[in-house]
């Protein structure tokens, strides 16, 4: 292996030191870049045909213009022609390759590197946050009385309307039991329960203690004549 004291130069300055595409003035390979571990390719299939002694985890290859990482260990020809294991960057913003529009980047598995576009992502907890309201998913609990998910209106300080979804008793080995709370909300109480639908399909109406402002078609419940009402005009 020979040491240089110094800079190293080409006897020729018209031409580089180390060239690392895979132009066809490669004299040991043609067509293909000769440096381990980088390459500069003009598509996939020259970066596909380089030897297995200048692949490694971890090669850098520029594809076009479009730079990727090989992130297995093994370099068979199977592997390193799946482009599963190979993280691209686009060169433009910084995201990986790849993906169709109002795809999401997600982690495959618990595997470094292991990351990918899809158009199905799942999520333990979500909240979705915009200027205004907000719409927010509580992870699944499996505890009697739980709130297992909530759809929900929150702008910060402001409280809006929601829909709870709770669980019922234990759960079943394939099911189990909930309801659903409806909830609506005022300027000066915050969440009132306005309708529930319990596990057993049965409706519950929440209570009025007075009259409330007539809807034709409406129905409600008055606790104090437990008696239902129903609206006969607007």
């Not at 130069?9 to 018209?14: D, I, K, P």
């Not at 003035?25 to 596909?48: C, E, H, M, W, Y």
């Not at 850098?60 to 482009?83: H, Q, R």
């Not at 790849?98 to 799942?122: F, M």
Request: charged share 20%; hydrophobic share 30%; net charge negative.
């Amino acid at each position: 292996m020979p040491e240089f004291p110094g800079q190293v130069r080409h006897s020729n300055e018209l031409f580089p030191v180390l060239d690392l595409t895979d132009g066809s003035n490669q004299f040991n390979q043609t067509g293909k870049s000769p440096v381990k571990g980088i390459g500069v390719f003009t598509n996939l299939a020259s970066r596909a045909a380089i030897t297995s002694r200048y692949r490694t985890k971890g090669y850098l290859a520029v594809v076009d213009s479009t730079p990727f990482v090989y992130t297995k260990d093994t370099t068979s020809d199977a592997d390193w022609t799946t482009e599963g294991n190979w993280a691209g960057l686009a060169a433009t913003n910084g995201l990986p390759a790849g993906g169709l529009e109002h795809n999401a980047l997600v982690k495959l598995s618990d595997t470094n590197y292991d990351a990918g576009w899809t158009g199905d992502p799942e999520f333990s907890t979500l909240s979705l946050k915009k200027a205004g309201p907000q719409l927010s998913f509580v992870t699944t609990q499996d505890a009697d009385s739980s709130t297992m998910a909530r759809i929900q209106v929150d702008s910060g300080s402001l409280t809006g309307p929601k829909i709870d979804f709770t669980q019922v008793g234990a759960s079943g080995g394939s099911s189990v039991g909930a309801k659903i709370d409806f909830f609506t909300s005022t300027s000066s109480g915050g969440h009132e329960r306005a309708f529930t639908l319990n596990e057993e399909k049965t409706a519950i109406f929440a209570t009025h203690s007075s009259e409330p402002s007539p809807h034709f078609g409406g129905l409600y419940y008055n606790q104090t004549e437990n008696c239902f009402y129903v609206g006969l005009e607007d």
